[in-house]
């Protein structure tokens, strides 16, 4: 995963990116380019505008919060001679507020500057500044500036307002002087979306996670940049509309609803926690402070590396690059790691329960072990090499198109099923070995062990695929294992080793019939993996037999 530019910091969290059905990210970086760039600067009348630039570029200038692209945009779109100018003070910019306030000194004034999203600062001017430089009451103006917000918000632009005030000598700033100030004009921004994003979210839709978009903008420009790409259809609520909605009203929507606008921070785990608690399993992608709770909230949480600290270290994955379609590749090295996971885990656990049904078993009737402690390790060591292999190996296409989760019903009954097949087939091995060949106890346990480890590792071609074991092709690593522990197990009898663990040569009736067994047994069919579509229903097939 690390080689697909996703580093994961939680291996629990694996299943989870697996599993994941839907994918809830902001706009900004991640369907957009991420390099907002100041599209033109107007006044009220909707002309560009010097004056509403220049006090733009004010408020950047001297603002010292946290670096945001907004404000980076701004510096570099056009750079203005400071040298009148004084930072004074500033009141950061906040989610409750959504504005930002720079106070400057000029020619023996105090100048307040603030800027942020247009409703937050109308609700604090008393009046609007013509075009002509004639100042009348914002009441007078508000149609006019809804208008022009409307017209570059469907433009998928998003728009700040500007505004001033005197301050006279003042020279301490607080919330409270954040009121009666004048409206000088629009700050319209563009962040064009990325040229392959449509191309990206087919690829999600096609690996079954639906996206949903969790943005700060506006539900105008939210549902133009959709639109963009390609959701003709797009279902949109508002932060606003958000707040008037009990949680059992937002559980019934919330599957519904492709974009989220105008959402506060703390609206964010709300709706990742309506959206699990709808039976989603829900992955977030997000990059800043305010992202945090959301990104625990969620069943994985995904940042990237150019994040803030705070995002990165609250995120269980972290993407290298922040593109959609480095997480498709995510989701599928996930998806990967999961069934290869799931493979071991059939093996393991049918393989073990097998075992001891057989060993229990038989020492029931044998008047020594069938096994000794050292041949019961020499057999655990050699079928475990195949097993490390399994992480390597190639999964079927089925098996990565749509989300799965662990279904501990179906693990179970394979567990059962399987090993009691396995036990069946070691029996008929004890059976021959003594009433057939009349074994001593050495050529017993050697016949046991050449057909228990011999068994084990070939039964992986059948564990690891739905499909029959000849369609589907291994990994060269796991073909490698399974090739060279066969013959090491088959040699080892013949060796000095082979006598240290209490193993002996046998005559060649012994391997002739055990390889017949070992045959009957890989095309039996019990692949956990031919089953039906998906084993998120828990139905797992045998043969003709369906659990």
């Given amino acids: 995963m690390a080689q697909a530019k996703v580093i994961v910091k939680r291996l629990a969290s694996i299943e989870n990116l697996g599993s994941m059905n839907v994918i809830c990210s902001d706009k900004t970086g991640t369907l957009t380019e991420g390099s907002v760039h100041v599209q033109s600067a107007l006044d009220v009348e909707g002309a560009p505008s010097e004056k509403v630039l220049l006090y733009a570029y004010l408020n950047a200038f001297y603002e010292t919060g946290f670096p945001n692209p907004i404000d980076a945009a701004i510096r570099t779109h056009r750079q203005f001679d400071l040298a009148g100018y004084r930072k004074v003070d500033e009141i950061p910019y906040d989610f409750l507020r959504k504005r930002l306030s720079v106070l400057v000194a000029h020619e023996a004034t105090h100048l307040l500057v603030t800027k942020g999203a247009l409703a937050n600062v109308l609700a604090v001017c008393g009046s609007a500044e013509t075009a002509g430089g004639t100042i009348v009451e914002i009441t007078a103006m508000r149609d006019r500036i809804q208008q022009h917000f409307e017209e570059c918000s469907n433009q998928g632009c998003r728009t700040l307002g500007v505004a001033y005030k005197n301050m006279g000598?003042?020279?301490?700033?607080?919330?409270?002087?954040?009121?009666?100030?004048?409206?000088?004009?629009?700050?319209?921004?563009?962040?064009?979306?990325?040229?392959?994003?449509?191309?990206?979210?087919?690829?999600?839709?096609?690996?079954?996670?639906?996206?949903?978009?969790?943005?700060?903008?506006?539900?105008?420009?939210?549902?133009?940049?959709?639109?963009?790409?390609?959701?003709?259809?797009?279902?949109?609520?508002?932060?606003?509309?958000?707040?008037?909605?009990?949680?059992?009203?937002?559980?019934?929507?919330?599957?519904d609803v492709d974009v989220f606008a105008e959402i506060a921070p703390n609206q964010k785990e709300r709706i990742i926690l309506a959206l699990r608690k709808a039976g989603n399993v829900v992955g977030y992608m997000g990059d800043g402070i305010n992202d945090a709770?959301?990104?625990?909230?969620?069943?994985?949480?995904?940042?990237?590396?150019?994040?803030?600290?705070?995002?990165?270290?609250?995120?269980?994955?972290?993407?290298?690059d922040k593109d959609l379609g480095v997480l498709v590749q995510g989701v599928r090295e996930g998806r990967t790691t999961f069934a290869n996971t799931l493979k071991y885990v059939f093996m393991a656990t049918s393989a073990n329960f097998g075992n001891m049904f057989s060993m229990a078993g038989v020492s029931l009737f044998l008047p020594f072990l069938p096994l000794l402690p050292k041949q019961i390790l020499l057999t655990n060591l050699l079928t475990d090499v195949p097993e490390m292999t399994i992480a390597t190996d190639r999964v079927d296409d089925a098996m990565v198109d749509y989300p799965r989760r662990w279904d501990i019903t179906a693990i179970r009954k394979f567990m059962l099923t399987f090993g009691i097949v396995s036990a069946v087939f070691d029996y008929l091995t004890f059976g021959i070995l003594l009433f057939m060949l009349h074994a001593t106890p050495e050529q017993f346990r050697t016949g046991w062990f050449l057909e228990s480890v011999i068994s084990a590792s070939l039964i992986v071609l059948v564990i690891r695929s739905r499909k029959p074991f000849f369609a589907s092709r291994p990994s060269p690593y796991l073909c490698m294992a399974k090739l060279c522990v066969v013959v090491v197990t088959l040699l080892v009898p013949f060796t000095p080793l082979g006598k240290i663990f209490g193993l002996s040569s046998l005559p060649m009736a012994f391997p002739l019939l055990i390889g017949i067994i070992v045959i009957v047994y890989i095309i039996t069919p019990h692949s956990p993996y031919k089953k039906s579509k998906s084993l998120i229903s828990g139905r797992l097939s045998f043969g003709s037999t369906v659990l």
């Fill in 293 to 320: 709770s959301a990104l625990h909230a969620a069943d994985v949480g995904i940042s990237v590396d150019s994040a803030v600290d705070v995002a990165k270290e609250a995120a269980d994955i972290v993407l290298l």
């Fill in 169 to 255: 000598s003042e020279s301490r700033l607080s919330k409270d002087h954040e009121a009666s100030m004048t409206f000088v004009g629009f700050l319209v921004l563009f962040d064009p979306p990325k040229p392959n994003i449509l191309e990206t979210i087919v690829r999600l839709k096609n690996l079954g996670v639906a996206l949903k978009v969790i943005t700060g903008d506006n539900h105008l420009v939210a549902a133009n940049v959709s639109q963009q790409m390609g959701l003709a259809q797009t279902k949109i609520i508002t932060g606003p509309d958000l707040h008037h909605l009990s949680d059992e009203a937002l559980l019934t929507r919330v599957v």
